[in-house]
């Protein structure tokens, strides 16, 4: 019987065009990463982390407490309730707090009869408030350019939210 000699050699793999597609990779990830900034909101808080003792005196047709709880309304007041009255409560959607938020800014101008009296607004949080509420409850008073601050709970709004 006859033997075949067989010219074994290995196989060659030309890697110059995977080469060339890391490189596109890299390059595409990199220009991808570098357009999509993350977006902060800017919060100020007290400079010894502290409680803020004294707030300025602001007329309470010019102030909206927002009061989140775990539900899935956003409840507020303007000025402080009379004895035994529950606050009103809105959704967090466009046609809810949104409209809500704006509402108040035109009642305070209109009340003031002037541009420069804008509305401040204190938000105010339980300790079983959803992160998500309080995400959505500021996102609504970014685009409303309003003015707010984050507020301890006092006895008077876990009165009103049926806490104590």
Not at 90 to 115: M, P
């Given at each position: ?14 890697m110059t ?48 407490t927002l ?58 949080a339980t ?38």
């Open positions: 019987m006859a033997e075949f000699q067989t010219n074994a050699k290995s196989p060659h793999i030309d065009p995977m080469v060339d597609l890391g490189f596109l990779l890299i390059t595409f990830f990199m220009l991808a990463s570098s357009f999509a900034k993350p977006k902060v909101i800017k919060m100020t808080a007290p400079a010894d982390g502290g409680h803020i003792t004294d707030y300025p005196k602001i007329n309470c047709n010019r102030a909206l009061l989140l709880d775990e539900t899935d309304k956003v409840k507020y007041y303007t000025c402080p309730l009379e004895k035994g009255a529950k606050p009103d409560s809105a959704d967090y959607s466009r046609e809810g707090l949104r409209t809500l938020i704006l509402q108040k800014q035109e009642a305070a101008k209109a009340y003031f009869n002037s541009e420069e009296k804008e509305l401040f607004v204190l938000l105010k300790e079983k408030a959803h992160y998500k509420h309080l995400i959505d409850a500021i996102d609504e008073l970014n685009i409303t350019h309003s003015i707010f601050t984050m507020a301890p709970m006092e006895a008077m709004d876990s009165t009103y939210l049926g806490l104590k």
